[in-house]
Each structure stands twice: as structure tokens, then as C-alpha cells.
T-cell receptor
Framework: GIQVEQSPPDLILQEGANSTLRCNFS?????LQWFHQNPWGQLINLFYIPSGTKQNGRLSATTVATERYSLLYISSSQTTDSGVYFCAVFEGGGGADGLTFGKGTHLIIQP | EPEVTQTPSHQVTQMGQEVILRCVPI?????FYWYRQILGQKVEFLVSFYNNEISEKSEIFDDQFSVERPDGSNFTLKIRSTKLEDSAMYFC??????WGSGNYGYTFGSGTRLTVV
């Protein structure tokens, strides 16, 4: 099945810093989503971005489907940005039916 | 914005007991899913459900598990004879998946944290 690799696995930053999280995937996909898992365990959908660039406030994401990677940018980090960020992909076209998740990037924003 | 609703948010059960986790998917979505996340690990696909039957299931989804859509709104996951290793967060998700529209986005519920003691 498709492989999803996220980097870095852990990231510790000071409040106000910018960060870039990366997601590599091993095959073409019909869907790619970024999620933030908050300290209560909830999965918050950040972006549905199979290709192109999207922005939502301090967060933006870019997916280059032809090169099989996606980037999540967080600018001016706040302590509430802490948590685990997951990338997940959907193959479609006869591939796996569900989303395949990466192992996540654990982000800690220190005040 | 439409939500996927899961109940209960927490469930504690004794080993060997049966549990039913409940979900109300988004009303116009056609595909429903259950995922599991053991503490500290990644989110794993369990099963997908479409047109009142299982579409695909993972190796994790063995005979201990079953899913059902008992009415037009609820989607349930039953775990029989629970084991300690079934302790995890269970997420329900739904997707519209209108082929050709490019809309394959998934919406996840807030999860049910199951603790088997």
C-alpha cells in the first residue's frame, strides 16, 4: 500500500517562530488532508489539499502532486498550535479505500 | 459547518464485555469509516462502509468487530469480548466522495476514548 512519511517527527519552537512540516507519499493520490490533533485527542481538519496552495490565517499548505509531497507552514506560532500534525492521503482508483495516515509531527510551542 | 457526531466521548469497560460505539455521519455523505488510534501511535484504518455493506476492512478488523447502520442516521461499531489491547481512541469519519467532482474530503468525529480494564 501507499507509504506516508512525515518529517520532522518532533519539533520544539519558541512562540512567534515559523515552521514547515513535510509529508512525502509514495504514489499518486486523489486526496491529501492535514489534521491537527489537539491535547484532548480531537482530529481537527486543517486543509483538504490534493494539489496547489491554500491559506487559512497563519496556516498555509502546498501540495506538489507530481513530486509527491506536501508542506504545512505555520507562521507566528502560538502555544495553542502545540499538538500532533498528521498528513493523510487517499489513493482512490482501486487503491486503499480509507485514508492512510503518516506517523505525525509532534509540535511543541514554548512560551 | 456539518459535523460527524460520536457518542460516548469516553467509555470504560471490563475486559470480556461488549461495547457499541455510535456515530452520526454527515447526512448527505455516502461513505462511512472507523479508525483507531492507540495512545501515542498513528491513526489506523479499520473499515469502510458504503451502500449498507462493508466496502473494505483492514487486518485489524477481525471477527471481534462488526459495523452496522441500524437506521438512516446512525453508524455503529461493535467490539465483542473486549481485550486490554482494544483500549484506544476510535474515530468515525464520513466522506461525500462524489466521483468526478474532485471532492474526496473526509470529516472526522471527535472520537470515543475506550478504556478496557
Amino acid at each position: 500500500g501507499i507509504q506516508v512519511e512525515q518529517s520532522p517527527p518532533d519539533l520544539i519552537l519558541q512562540e512567534g517562530a515559523n515552521s514547515t512540516l513535510r509529508c512525502n507519499f509514495s504514489d499518486s493520490v486523489n486526496n491529501l488532508q492535514w489534521f491537527h490533533q489537539n491535547p484532548w485527542g480531537q482530529l481537527i481538519n486543517l486543509f483538504y489539499i490534493p494539489s496547489g496552495t491554500k491559506q487559512n490565517g497563519r496556516l498555509s499548505a502546498t501540495t506538489v502532486a507530481t513530486e509527491r509531497y506536501s508542506l504545512l507552514y505555520i507562521s507566528s506560532s502560538q502555544t495553542t498550535d502545540s499538538g500532533v500534525y498528521f498528513c493523510a492521503v487517499f489513493e482512490g482508483g482501486g487503491g486503499a479505500d480509507g485514508l492512510t495516515f503518516g506517523k505525525g509531527t509532534h509540535l511543541i510551542i514554548q512560551p | 459547518e456539518p459535523e460527524v457526531t460520536q457518542t460516548p466521548s469516553h467509555q470504560v469497560t471490563q475486559m470480556g464485555q461488549e461495547v457499541i460505539l455510535r456515530c452520526v455521519p454527515i447526512s448527505n455523505h455516502l461513505y462511512f469509516y472507523w479508525y483507531r488510534q492507540i495512545l501515542g501511535q498513528k491513526v489506523e484504518f479499520l473499515v469502510s462502509f458504503y451502500n449498507n455493506e462493508i466496502s473494505e476492512k483492514s487486518e485489524i478488523f477481525d471477527d471481534q468487530f462488526s459495523v452496522e447502520r441500524p437506521d438512516g442516521s446512525n453508524f455503529t461499531l461493535k467490539i465483542r469480548s473486549t481485550k486490554l489491547e482494544d483500549s484506544a481512541m476510535y474515530f468515525c469519519a464520513s466522506s461525500e466522495r462524489v466521483w468526478g467532482s474532485g471532492n474526496y474530503g473526509y470529516t472526522f468525529g471527535s472520537g470515543t476514548r475506550l478504556t478496557v480494564v
